[in-house]
């Protein structure tokens, strides 16, 4: 058997603060509400003059600003404030398996780890352990980068997927702890549920999680002998830029004549994270939606009836077509207006792969080409070209698709079944595949860990 540093896993010195009130100090990660600066002024208001997790990250909204600069040097200082004025309290080698209730009555299991960069990469059709689910866009790490690099703490907001249909890992951890005091226990704040941990140290129980971690491993290895161990669900670019400010940092050690041991043993070559299993109830994938503007509708959906091997049929009214979308699992509706007429058309389809992983390449190449539209108001007309947007929700996509110039693409729901097989044979998704539940289910800041010194 193997143990599980040979699968890019290690026991983490998890930092947590040694009076911990979990409303004020653990808050949602920095990549939500990128457009609702209210959401983090409330923030701020909650958390108050109280140690909180909301003074060691950047929110995203902010990613841009001119402050940025004075806002990152302000994270920096109070880094250091926390760790040398008693905030935190003794670190505890350990993993940590959580619950967290949301507020939409679902229970998310976790297990939080730490990863070795190594054997994680992010660029298409990789075979290490750890891969990425969505295109990474490279522009988006170098912003990123400023933050992480010479930070004092990490915090994770990055939760990895595994493939684990038996519930060995996340929920076994579960089972060998739950009978313990919990680590920590509370209410999130803003809408953010409550969640409760427990401390995995004991070397039995660490066996015990190794074990399991070996089990899926064997189920989850190819015929050329790569495991495909996790895939990443959220936090994708904060994943990738962990892996470049690692990659950066690993040439200036060398170059200094840094020994094996050394690089192995450093904290910047590891990144925290949450392990889910896909198969969690209480895990939702959400597909998100297309709304194209200024285009032949009728023009696009034969095209992709084409390429894709459908069949094209016109149902009654936007509540039938819906349904039709939400009961299978690869078939398309699309609503628009055509000479002052509402249409509502179902594609079918015999895709057995992930949906959006074979529509949205065809969507490309169908934009690549297709002329600009044109848009006459009052007698004047305009040519336009044609826009492409990604829309949470079938009651917005559907109410978009009433107006003119627009046609709405309802995608079916996300097939667990076939997540890992879609990546690991096609590579990671199209942008704006999949969401894993609402914003406020998103993952909260909690634990830390020291990185650079």
């Not at 940025?68 to 398996?97: H, S, W």
């Not at 400023?146 to 595994?162: D, F, N, S, T």
Request: aromatic share 8%.
């Amino acid at each position: 058997m193997k143990n599980i540093e040979e699968f890019g896993l290690r026991i983490p010195e998890i930092l947590l603060p040694a009076e911990i009130d979990l409303s004020t100090w653990s808050v949602i990660a920095c990549d939500q509400y990128t457009q609702d600066k209210d959401y983090w002024k409330k923030a701020e208001e909650t958390a108050g003059s109280k140690p909180s997790t909301l003074n060691l990250i950047l929110p995203e909204v902010y990613l841009n600003s001119p402050d940025k600069p004075e806002r990152i040097k302000k994270i920096r200082k109070t880094m250091g404030d926390y760790l040398q004025n008693g905030v935190f309290a003794p670190a505890k080698k350990c993993l940590v398996y959580l619950e967290r209730k949301t507020a939409f009555g679902r229970t998310r299991k976790g297990l939080v780890a730490q990863i070795d960069l190594e054997t994680y990469e992010w660029k298409p059709f990789s075979k290490a352990n750890i891969r990425a689910t969505e295109a990474t866009i490279v522009d988006r790490i170098p912003p990123r980068k400023e933050i992480r690099k010479g930070a004092q703490l990490e915090l994770p907001h990055i939760m990895l997927l595994v493939n684990d249909k038996d519930g060995l890992l996340v929920e076994g951890s579960g089972e060998l702890v739950k009978k313990n005091a919990p680590l920590y226990n509370g209410d999130l704040m803003n809408n953010g549920g409550s969640i409760t941990g427990w401390e995995i140290s004991s070397e039995a129980d660490i066996a015990k999680v190794t074990e399991a971690i070996n089990k899926i491993a064997e189920k989850n290895t190819a015929a050329d002998g790569s495991v495909f161990l996790f895939a990443v669900g959220d936090g994708n670019h904060s994943l990738a830029t962990a892996k470049a400010v690692w990659d950066e940092y690993k040439e200036e050690l060398k170059a200094k004549g840094a020994s094996e041991e050394e690089l192995l043993n450093c904290p910047v070559r590891y990144a925290l994270i949450e392990i889910v299993n896909i198969y969690d109830k209480g895990l939702t994938f959400e597909p998100i939606h297309r709304v194209i503007f200024n285009i032949d509708s009728e023009a696009l959906i034969k095209q992709l009836a084409e390429k894709l091997g459908g069949t094209i049929s016109e149902v009654t009214g936007k509540a039938e077509l819906e349904a039709a979308v939400k009961n299978s699992w690869a078939d398309f509706g699309f609503d628009f207006v055509k000479d002052g007429v509402q249409k509502y058309i179902l594609l079918k389809t015999g895709i057995k792969e992930l949906a959006v992983a074979r529509l949205q390449p065809e969507i490309d190449e169908f934009l690549k080409t297709a002329p600009a539209g044109h848009v006459c108001k009052d007698g004047v007309c305009q040519t336009v070209k044609p826009e492409i947007d990604y829309i949470h929700g079938t009651e917005e996509v559907l109410k978009l698709g009433e107006q003119q110039n627009a046609t709405g693409i309802l995608l079916p729901p996300i097939a667990k079944d076939s997540f890992f097989e879609t990546i690991n044979g096609r590579g990671p998704l199209p942008r704006k595949s999949f969401s894993m539940g609402e914003a406020d289910e998103k993952r909260f800041y909690l634990e830390c860990r020291k990185l650079f010194s």
